[in-house]
């Protein structure tokens, strides 16, 4: 397509070198719709990124649109702190009825402030209250946030050297076939913790996402948290699955570790939770953990009440029955299938994901750069990620079409093709 | 007022213990206008709480509310990290314009997530980074915020202690007014700073609040400010105001420290931001310390462009002349002259504040709290503040009408008489 | 005198770079009597240093010699970590019945290795123990030892930097004078225990000297100590009394805060306790204090049985009457009287101290270097103390005769005058 | 043999509860030569524990003792701090020509304070200066010291528990063979130091007992060694070998190091250093990382002249031929003889060690406990080592003869018999 220079003047005088999406992405978005973007130039983007996971429903989802007009319309309340309001009190009913009790699960539910950070910090917390211990153990290639308490518990080496201080109290310990299958699992976070002798901190909980989407889209088999699970149980320590980019039916049901057959004792929802795109989080934990007094944790904007319109009605229209769940799983084998056919063509090619969550790799690790680039030249927005950002990463919305999935996924084998 | 019960069993048996506000606040409020909250019984309620500071335009401000429902109609870009959009440079432009360059402040603007703890755990790490030191220095009951970093430079025992481990990397220094101007501003911190032997790590920087909100309404005079920054400079540690509940024009001007003539090296600016109660931060620093890399501090909802269009909608509406700060001055005289009347008429009461933010004291600590409870049976929110929750906090929109603020004052002194 | 060069050769090639007092005194020492050392070529050296404290009856006493030589003769226990052995009988009933009992005091005696920082070691650990809480406050131009417990508690910028990590968990206050009487005593510590808002994490204990040899020879009056120990009393904090330098008679009695009338919950004990330069070291405490569980410290030397004799001779030799004191005291007077010459005749000059440990400063800082310097080639071995190596020190051995007293002091003079 | 009650009452009334030894062995010490010690009572001992490694030429070893006493005598210098003395001129000198230069090493020395706690602390300090980086990798199992840094670093969870706070800038390691062969060695180690998302805070410098002898007599293979060096010099990392206890000939050579071949960058000596159980301790480093200013690090008691004078002894007497080493490897053969042959009569019974230190064990761990209770009973002195106290741990002087070892190995024997 024809592209005019976009005026980023203000972005590139004002705001601070810190920004990052934008200089990959060079022009300016104005609307957006389903799986497309728009920028001010009215070229169309399909969109293969989905607000990193926020936007499961696609941008501005119509039925999400229409409850949040009609409230803010009737001037409901927009700011509530941790009040009562009928529309926290609707989203707590349905959030129990849609999510909680058909799946057996029996958590409180928190309102941490409005970020996945926020729930990440009280569920350490909280973990830390409950057992009386400081130390945490997390995953090679985790990524739980950027404030000093999650980010103590992620793995990225450029992520944690902004924190200017020595980030302790966490421990990594290996990912699923992080040391590619040469060891059993376990092995060595199992005898650290049998052994008094071994030096590490007997940790209060362990953090763990169930598919590492910024760490590299590597996806933990059901077994592997199974036994994770069990060594929790087995060794007293609590057990907190970061949901937050998986969640929300990113791989298919609407927690990523209900594939798994485990049940948590805490759990952090945010991105898609709100459905449209507006900060909104949950920190879920057994009712037995909820040992926190009043106002011992709290936050502003912990009662983003728009969001609590917009997630009740994104729980009512999409998880209400199995659909939403098998379309993702659909989807994901369309796109499976593709990938599987792009890496057959492509030596040093792989791929890997769930549910709608995958990721392309190649030998050279600038590769997934390039693609990127390209993509974003064809009108396919791509991100990557891991530590070397090696992984061209897809998480489309989950209402994608076929048709925009096929888009997409011949966009991407083209940009293959060209970069190679 | 007649009160029916209201129905809160699913905040009762659902939402965790750590809730607050709700409790002392037993109704379930359903929509807002201005300085009334009407609850789902249709009893009104005039806010003198304001969001804790987030609602300086009051509920639902008609002006953000069209630019709001405009943009979200037209299919606005809802989520965007930090992708360049429409939305996003008209606030850069409109906060440059309207804000900035009027005042001569010459910042850097990096949108660090979108609450105020993110802000302040920008500025830290931003702080720590510049100086290559790990010491911050903060002040008796601080407060900002509630995750890691910056709950370490929070006063209160009460929610340090939720940390679940030892906060360290911080040194609280007194107040102004802290020892009841026994001692000489700055003795102490002075004296350690410029004595080798002193123990005091050397701190990268000092982070301050003009005035302390949740601290108790404790007002920095501006010559302590000007003291305060004339010794960072000094001793070559930074100056960061954390102006997240004092800006926005709470205390007058758009920044509260404008008053005193300094200009900070880093600025937090959150809650009253987005001015329709949507969350929304930024952390502003001189453009000689924007040493950040790309990407080296992130978060999902840095990009909350509802946000960025109510914010810039509330610049252009109030803050293009001087009006919203005469207006706010003279509210505050309003409150002044009553709160004076009140103190004259009650052996032991005692009065502070600025701009439209006001602490009423009693020499019995539990007397804030019986005025807040009787003040809520008579239609008026107000919370306390303090160590001990023991100043009963004025906390009205700026945009309250005289008529308002005479009706919450006299409802206030008979809650005053009420509970003597 | 006529100095032939010394053959430093393998100090300066092989030592590391972290030797320091070999520096100031460019000379070979060969053996020592008393009060005097002499360096290999003959050249006698009267020590007004009396190795940092630690040789309070003077080099090689023929009494505690005798008992020395004996022992190694008989071949007595050398080395014994904690195994019972009649040496260690012999002393701890010579430190029960001349030391403890007749002042009343009910202590429990640990080894916790030989070395000063050995025993700050353990005394902090014990009193964490025993509070359960992290934090220890401690004073400005506090010295408490090397290792990274003890250098936390200690003031020195310089020491502190060479820890490699930032130094938690401890919070400097101000000692007695700090700030030149202009505030009432604990005014800034007592408001920060008061109040749950001040940001102090609550100590768990207070560690403090009586006197401040290495940070200048600061003097605590006798009543900040009893506020001192009220203050913890009254706030459920543990006194700590470092004695290491003070204690073994240095100030006139045994224990330095005897004439405060205080008993503290901990004490550390070193350096002159062996009486002949062998490391040793003790923490005292309370019985209820005792909850250490078999092994929880340990060390290598913590029973250091040939410095059990020579303690154990030295209490039966000076400790049984009062005769020590009281001649300590008296050249305390003797040194007073000639530094308040000195200081008559110098302009800008002062001086402090009490018992036999005094300071010599002066408005110019670097004065003091310049004395000792000219008073090695005098034949006086001198230090400095204090944060700029500002203050003159005189640590005379305790058993100094008068004579010796008066020769070293007109050196001094001397060598002020020689250097003004 | 027949026993009187001893008088053991001051050490049950008046020391802490934290003796320990004392309790194993119900008796009072009062003399000893060289493989020896005789209670009060005139009983003989047999000692295989030899001060925990401090007196590997044996109890008041003659030619030690004659150079010691002659020293006193003639009342060289006791305590000297770091001044240059005759004594440490000595050292110095014999330590260079004995064993630096022989062993092609070239390091400079350090004296750190007497203790080997004092000694890594002075390591770890100048290794976090060297690379200005705070994290240390220690081992599974490791033993470093009881002072905050050296404890931080040293893997019994009951020693760290007694710190009284969290134990950070650690991170442990496996030990060689730690996971029974069934991993590759160093496959986790080098995972995390190779992968930027690790998690792993870059190690400033790696700490390594080549055999662990509190951790249980664990031996690394010298291949395992030499791996580690080579993983330490690609991921520039210093590699200090604490040689506190394996040191000074135990293993056979005079480091324990020199059979792999490596040359560490630092390394920690004491325990047999001063060969009369005399407190003293180094650390040597090569002169490349000597970058410590004077009086960085310092304390009382680094200059323990008497330790000088018979550390010097004892190299002149031991170590100018390579008879010493010689003895100690044939005194192992003869120890390993006969552990292979008692595990052979005894089911579940093991071995492990190497030079002069070797282990015993037993699938039951509370047998340990029981043999070395029996074998005190029949005038052997043997301590456990291991996390759970389930290794019986032989450590005789390497002056030991081989009918000694003898007697001492049938006294085992008899002891595994009547415990069995």
């Known amino acids: 397509m024809t592209m005019t220079q976009p005026d980023l003047s203000v972005f590139t005088t004002l705001e601070s070198e810190v920004?990052?999406?934008?200089?990959?992405?060079?022009?300016?978005?104005?609307?957006?719709?389903?799986?497309?973007?728009y920028d001010e130039d009215g070229h169309r983007y399909l969109d293969f990124f989905a607000g990193a996971g926020s936007l499961n429903y696609g941008h501005n989802n119509p039925v999400l649109k229409r409850a949040l007009l009609d409230y803010l319309e009737r001037d409901g309340i927009t700011h509530g702190l941790d009040m009562s309001t009928t529309a926290k009190r609707a989203f707590l009913e349905t959030f129990r009825d849609v999510v909680l009790r058909p799946r057996g699960l029996d958590y409180k539910v928190m309102f941490p402030?409005?970020?996945?950070?926020?729930?990440?910090?009280?569920?350490?917390?909280?973990?830390?209250?409950?057992?009386?211990?400081?130390?945490?153990?997390?995953?090679t290639n985790a990524f739980h946030g950027m404030s000093l308490g999650?980010?103590?518990?992620?793995?990225?080496?450029?992520?944690?050297?902004?924190?200017?201080i020595p980030l302790v109290h966490g421990t990594p310990m290996p990912f699923d076939d992080y040391l590619d299958g040469r060891t059993p699992d376990f092995i060595w976070f199992e005898r650290l913790l049998q052994d008094s002798g071994s030096g590490l901190n007997k940790p209060a909980a362990v953090i763990v996402?169930?598919?590492?989407?910024?760490?590299?889209?590597?996806?933990?088999?059901a077994e592997w948290l199974r036994g994770l699970a069990d060594l929790c149980a087995r060794h007293d320590m609590l057990l907190i699955v970061d949901d937050i980019q998986m969640g929300c039916g990113r791989t298919g049901p609407?927690?990523?570790?209900?594939?798994?057959?485990?049940?948590?004792?805490?759990?952090?929802?945010?991105?898609s939770l709100s459905g449209y795109g507006l900060p909104f989080s949950l920190t879920l934990f057994k009712p037995e953990l909820d040992i926190w007094e009043p106002g011992e944790h709290n936050g502003t904007f912990r009662g983003n009440n728009p969001a609590?319109?917009?997630?009740?009605?994104?729980?009512?229209?999409?998880?209400?029955?199995?659909?939403?769940?098998?379309?993702?799983?659909?989807?994901?084998?369309?796109?499976?299938?593709?990938?599987?056919q792009i890496?057959?063509?492509?030596?040093?090619a792989g791929y890997r994901g769930r549910g709608l969550?995958?990721?392309?790799?190649?030998?050279?690790p600038a590769r997934a750069t390039d693609i990127c680039r390209r993509a974003f030249e064809l009108g396919l927005l791509l991100e990557t990620s891991g530590p070397q950002s090696e992984v061209v990463k897809l998480l489309p919305a989950l209402t994608v079409s076929p048709e925009e999935m096929d888009e997409g996924l011949l966009v991407l084998a083209r940009a293959v093709r060209e970069t190679a």
């Open 254 to 271: 609407f927690f990523s570790f209900e594939e798994a057959g485990i049940v948590p004792d805490i759990v952090t929802v945010s991105k």
């Open 19 to 37: 920004r990052s999406y934008c200089r990959g992405w060079p022009t300016v978005f104005d609307r957006a719709q389903g799986s497309y973007l």
């Open 343 to 348: 890496t057959a063509e492509h030596a040093g």
């Open 113 to 139: 402030g409005p970020t996945g950070t926020n729930a990440v910090e009280a569920a350490l917390k909280l973990a830390r209250k409950v057992k009386g211990r400081e130390s945490i153990v997390s995953f």
């Open 357 to 364: 969550v995958w990721g392309l790799t190649f030998d050279d």
């Open 308 to 340: 609590f319109v917009t997630a009740s009605a994104a729980l009512d229209a999409y998880w209400t029955d199995g659909q939403m769940e098998k379309q993702t799983l659909s989807r994901g084998e369309q796109t499976e299938a593709a990938l599987r």
């Open 209 to 221: 996402e169930t598919v590492q989407g910024e760490g590299g889209i590597n996806v933990a088999r």
């Open 150 to 164: 999650a980010l103590a518990v992620t793995g990225n080496a450029f992520k944690r050297a902004g924190a200017g």
